[in-house]
């Protein structure tokens, strides 16, 4: 999804759940991120958050 896809959810008010491993979508969409290992969540908070 592109930014202008994430911009579009947000005009529209749609809450989206966006499933990926891929670091650099995440920290590009996300306006919060869940970190999950092995079934559990690890981290959660927001993308400046979880990149440092």
Same mark, same amino acid.
């Given at each position: 999804? &592109?930014? &202008?896809? $994430?911009?579009?959810? #947000? #005009?529209? @008010? /749609?809450? =989206? /759940?966006?499933?990926?491993?891929? #670091? @650099?979508?995440?920290?590009?969409?996300?306006? #919060?991120? /869940? *970190? *999950?290992? @092995?079934?559990? /969540? $690890?981290? =959660?908070?927001?993308?400046?958050?979880?990149?440092?």
């Amino acid at each position: 999804m &592109s930014k &202008s896809g $994430k911009e579009i959810l #947000r #005009r529209a @008010n /749609i809450t =989206t /759940i966006l499933v990926t491993h891929d #670091r @650099n979508d995440a920290l590009a969409l996300a306006d #919060r991120i /869940i *970190i *999950i290992e @092995n079934g559990k /969540i $690890k981290f =959660t908070g927001l993308p400046e958050e979880i990149y440092t």
